[in-house]
């Protein structure tokens, strides 16, 4: 079984924890370290029976805590070579590197794991789909713009978590922040919008996907209600309203989220299908006996 917990995701820090039955892997660690001890402890893990610490990339909203942490705690952390190389300086006293590939295939704890490169404005972030038995989770954060290997990369999932980091028109009326900061976030390498989100998802949603999780939302520039709608109206329009849609808080985690609920539906192509159908031969009729009372015969149909 595969499940996710969002410890909390923000512009502040984002940090997420992925368990099967016999592993837990912490995804970024952007809060302070007092902070996912408190939430982790919330969630009923314990900071040493993690098998690492997966980091995206090295801004400080994802890996503000992990210096603290593997110091009280030496767990193995996962990033890929020029990630560490900017984050390693930073760091006091030795760490437990595990290198992976920036854009490859590996396993981890029992995890099947797969990194692909994103556009943002850090040494070489990465995206993550994570794969345990028929389950599948994809994790994109901080990201710019969608490419075409993102949305290769990102098919065919049960759970999506995803970032939705601002609303365009609260954006352009925000007066906190100067137009140079505005145009980062809108730029090619810097944060998706409620409304790219959308688009995205209106293009990768299928009829296996079970749950959205939205998260990195802004503080001032996003709230839940337009993320969620924008999500829900494309998702409606797709005809996969059942699909969850939950946002991910800054201030609490989220409840557990299991990683897919119900069997994959299966299609027969429709070449072997009409195929089978010439093999059977006609359909015989089916002839209700005359004493079923009506409801009966519903029931049959």
């Known amino acids: 079984m595969l499940k996710l917990i969002v410890l909390g995701s923000g512009s502040a820090g984002n940090s997420a924890l992925v368990c099967t039955g016999t592993s837990r892997l912490l995804i970024d660690a952007g809060l302070s370290a007092t902070r996912l001890i408190e939430r982790l402890a919330l969630a009923g893990v314990a900071p040493e029976s993690l098998n690492g610490i997966f980091i995206t990339h090295e801004h400080g909203d994802h890996c503000?805590?992990?210096?603290?942490?593997?110091?009280?705690?030496p767990l193995?952390?996962?990033?890929?070579?020029?990630t560490r190389e900017v984050m390693r300086?930073?760091?006091?006293?030795?760490?437990?590197?595990h290198i992976v590939p920036g854009a490859g295939s590996f396993e981890f704890a029992g995890l099947k794991m797969e990194t692909f490169p994103v556009p943002h404005d850090a040494a070489e972030p990465v995206g993550l789909v994570l794969r345990h038995g028929e389950a599948a989770l994809g994790i994109l954060s901080d990201v710019g713009h969608i490419t075409p290997l993102m949305r290769q990369k990102l098919r065919a999932l049960d759970t999506l978590f995803i970032e939705a980091n601002y609303d365009t028109e609260l954006l352009s009326q925000d007066t906190k922040r100067p137009w140079s900061t505005k145009q980062r976030i809108?730029?090619?390498?810097?944060?998706?919008?409620?409304e790219q989100t959308a688009a995205f998802?209106?293009?990768?949603?299928?009829?296996?996907?079970?749950?959205?999780?939205?998260?990195h939302l802004s503080r001032d520039c996003n709230t839940p209600d337009l993320a969620t709608a924008a999500i829900r109206a494309v998702l409606a329009a797709r005809e996969l309203a059942e699909v969850d849609v939950h946002c991910a808080a800054a201030h609490e985690a989220t409840p557990w989220f299991r990683v897919r609920t119900r069997p994959v539906p299966i299609a027969v192509p429709p070449p072997l299908a009409?195929?089978?159908?010439?093999?059977?031969?006609?359909?015989?009729?089916?002839?209700?006996?005359?004493?079923?009372?009506?409801?009966?015969?519903?029931?049959?149909?």
């Open 64 to 73: 503000r805590g992990l210096d603290l942490l593997t110091k009280k705690h």
């Open 76 to 82: 193995p952390i996962l990033c890929n070579a020029r």
């Open 89 to 97: 300086d930073s760091m006091k006293g030795e760490k437990n590197w």
């Open 186 to 194: 809108q730029g090619r390498h810097g944060h998706l919008s409620n």
């Open 201 to 215: 998802i209106a293009e990768m949603a299928c009829a296996r996907l079970e749950r959205i999780v939205l998260g």
């Open 274 to 301: 009409v195929a089978l159908a010439r093999e059977a031969g006609p359909p015989a009729p089916t002839v209700a006996p005359a004493s079923a009372p009506a409801w009966h015969q519903m029931e049959l149909l």
